[in-house]
Nanobody, 118 residues
């Protein structure tokens, strides 16, 4: 069983920065690729960023490329999302997701609210 706990979401001004964290309670964190998804009010849940088990490979949605950075610390079972130059359209609940590299089973956190406003 994998438990994911996101933190760091809050109200931030337009153009500001925020760092989201996700702590995974799992035996072997390095068996999981990690990702961040987000869901804005009235919209579908969308992929934001992904990172491979070693951290060597990362993938981003076009809407966040150049502004967001995903990273992970396998010694602490943590994944992060550094968000810069935030825009109102980044307002959403952000979810941390773990994907087992062999079974492809997904585990989702409860989400953390990010609100970007003037």
């Amino acid at each position: 069983q994998v438990r994911l706990a996101e933190s760091g979401g809050r109200l931030v001004q337009i153009g500001g920065s925020l760092r989201l964290s996700c702590e995974a309670s799992v035996r072997t964190f390095s068996n999981y690729a990690m990702a961040w998804f987000r869901q804005a009010p009235g919209k579908e849940r969308d992929h934001v960023a992904s990172i491979s088990v070693t951290g060597a490979d990362t993938y981003y949605a076009e809407s966040v490329k150049g502004r967001f950075t995903i990273s992970r610390d396998n010694t602490k079972n943590m994944v992060f999302l550094q968000m810069n130059s935030l825009k109102p359209e980044d307002t959403a609940v952000y979810y941390c997701v773990a994907v087992h590299t062999i079974t492809s089973r997904q585990y989702w956190g409860q989400g953390t609210q990010v609100t970007v406003s003037s």
